[in-house]
């Protein structure tokens, strides 16, 4: 059941004109696309992500569970769902702040490329939240208190010790939310749309070349298979606890 | 006077209260676990406020709960080895050393240089470049101490710094822990619960219990007039508490110990080692004056003595040779008379 697509995609793959089909214009749009605004978008889950997590493994207030949860939340709803949400949220016209926003800044998030990246970061940060927030509640504490013993302030404690104890689960935390961000497509689609060039990703051009370009599409979808594979393979010691 | 502390800490189920003045000197804080000794610790550190009280040291306030008065960990010069030595697992151990050096504002070049000639003064310097985990536990615990003294702290606060290391390798690595901390400056604090180390490496012993001072003095004071059943228990003394009168001591917990003092009444402490304490299957005629009959609870064989534990009317420990022990045919159950001459009894004011 896991094996047999993978087989098929394989064997359905014209090797041979690969790299032909993946240069035309449909796939390379999707293809710079997607690595713009995935990488935008696991920047995004890092900058807000990490202080999340802090707090989380870190604080000690009242609603922290409710936080946890809603923070997991994008993990588990359908993306369709979490599109639907941002539409209303985020929605030019008939969004809760997204006609403030749209008159205030002239900034407009749906069927826009900043669009897309908010709403892979929406599903993506999760993967970061959760995976840094584990890691910091490993990290023995004891560590930061040797630091401050020997004469470091708490931004150097941070940067040379807490960073680095904390580096695995960060990598992690980012790789995975980097493949999440870059397979998006419920979201994307149901808040950004599918314009070309502007907001069709890969997983989006997939599933329209599907029906006009069966060889490009098939072609975009073993990149993304490649890719998924590659964060799989380099978080395996981590998952699946071999070799530690 | 470097250290002068009174502080209150309230921590779960402890309640530290020590007041405490620390000179040129090493001091060993002894105690059982939970006695407070290593909250203490982290308390003179900064690692952990006080409730009440204060530390100050070279007469700088470091915490004053009354002026609020709180300097931070990171801008006191301590220098702290930790139990299991917490050496930063990735960086080698020259950077560890520097580690302190580097976050105090020196330039690379130089901490890397003093990081050197620390290593040099602990044996290692040829370990620079090894990372941590490939230490061995000595090698680690010098690492340790070189990271806590090369920024050259006024107050060295070591904790249980032996207690990681297996015995074959303690005796020697006591004696170099001796020859550092005799050769550092300022006031230095050895947590310990080890009497031996205690009495090794401090020119002063501090016994903590139950968040409170129980004695204080040399290891060999307090080792003669243990003021603690943990203490007497720790240096292997059979011990007392009592009433003094006329050269008869009413013990609390029932029975009578005749000593030689006669000047001492009131409320006192009896101890006496189990080596005075002679045994035999029936009662002796020599001029023990003490002797109680009583049943042997357990038998210990140690290399050149068995320790017997006698239970009557005073129960006491006797330590007697293997020999004797086969003699006697001492074993749980049998009946003994166990006799104690006056004279082998310490007696002194509680």
């Known amino acids: 059941m896991f094996v047999l697509p993978l087989v098929g995609l394989l064997w359905k793959a014209a090797w041979s004109s690969l790299w032909d089909d993946l240069k035309t214009p449909a796939a390379r749009d999707a293809l710079r696309l997607s690595l713009e605004c995935s990488l935008w978008s696991t920047a995004l889950a890092v900058i807000l992500g990490v202080p999340l997590a802090w707090v989380l493994a870190r604080g000690t207030f009242p609603g922290r569970p409710l936080v946890r949860a809603l923070v997991l939340l994008p993990m588990v709803i359908p993306p369709v769902v979490g599109g639907v949400a941002l539409l209303y949220a985020f929605g030019r016209s008939n969004g809760l702040v997204g006609p403030w926003l749209y008159d205030t800044f002239g900034l407009q998030l749906t069927f826009s490329k900043t669009g897309v990246i908010l709403a892979e970061t929406f599903v993506a940060m999760p993967f970061l939240v959760i995976t840094v927030e584990g890691g910091l509640r490993s990290i023995d504490t004891r560590y930061e208190d040797a630091a401050a013993t020997l004469g470091a302030g708490r931004f150097t404690t941070f940067r040379r010790v807490t960073l680095r104890l904390l580096a695995p689960s960060l990598i992690a935390g980012i790789a995975l939310a980097w493949a999440r961000a870059l397979g998006e497509f419920g979201a994307t689609i149901t808040f950004a749309g599918n314009i070309q060039g502007r907001t069709q990703t890969t997983p989006l051009a997939v599933y329209l070349l599907l029906e006009t370009q069966p060889a490009a599409a098939i072609a975009l979808s073993l990149v993304l298979l490649a890719v998924s594979i590659v964060v799989l393979v380099s978080l395996r010691d981590r998952w699946f606890g071999i070799g530690r | 006077m470097i250290l002068d502390c009174s502080i209150r800490r309230r921590l779960g189920a402890l309640d530290l209260a020590v007041d405490l003045t620390v000179g040129e000197e090493v001091v060993a804080i002894l105690g059982p676990n939970g006695a407070g000794k290593t909250t203490l610790l982290r308390v003179l550190a900064g690692l952990e406020p006080i409730d009440d009280g204060h530390v100050s040291v070279d007469g700088t306030p470091w915490d004053d709960a009354d002026d609020d008065v709180f300097v931070p960990p990171a801008q006191r010069p301590v220098g702290m080895v930790f139990q299991d030595y917490l050496l930063f697992p990735f960086m080698t151990v020259r950077e560890n050393i520097a580690f302190p050096v580097r976050s105090r504002g020196v330039k690379k070049r130089e901490a890397r240089a003093r990081a050197d000639s620390w290593l040099a003064r602990v044996d290692l310097a040829d370990r620079a470049d090894a990372k941590p985990g490939e230490l061995s536990g000595g090698q680690a615990q010098r690492v340790a101490l070189a990271r806590a003294l090369v920024s050259e702290p006024r107050l060295l606060l070591l904790d249980e710094p032996l207690a990681a290391l297996d015995a074959g390798a303690r005796i020697e690595i006591r004696r170099e822990l001796r020859r550092h901390l005799a050769e550092a400056p300022g006031a230095r604090l050895i947590v310990t619960h080890d009497a031996v180390d205690a009495s090794v490496l401090a020119d002063r012993v501090v016994v903590l219990e139950d968040g409170r001072v129980a004695q204080e003095g040399t290891m060999a004071d307090i080792a003669r007039h243990p003021r603690s059943e943990y203490v007497a228990d720790l240096v292997g003394l059979n011990f007392f508490r009592g009433t ?101 009894v310490r007696v002194y004011p509680a």
């Open chain 2, 244 to 344: 003094a009168h006329d050269g008869t001591v009413t013990l609390d917990g029932g029975g009578d110990i005749v000593v030689a003092d006669h000047n001492v009444t009131g409320a006192v402490y009896v101890a006496f080692h189990p080596r005075a304490v002679a045994l035999s299957l029936r009662a002796p005629e020599g001029s023990a004056r003490n002797r109680w009959s009583g049943a042997v609870t357990d038998v210990d064989t140690h290399a050149d003595r068995v320790r017997v534990g006698v239970h009557g009317p005073v129960p006491l420990a006797a330590e007697v040779t293997p020999e004797a022990a086969r003699e006697l045919s001492l074993s749980p159950g049998r009946q003994v008379v166990a006799s104690v001459k006056a004279t082998e």
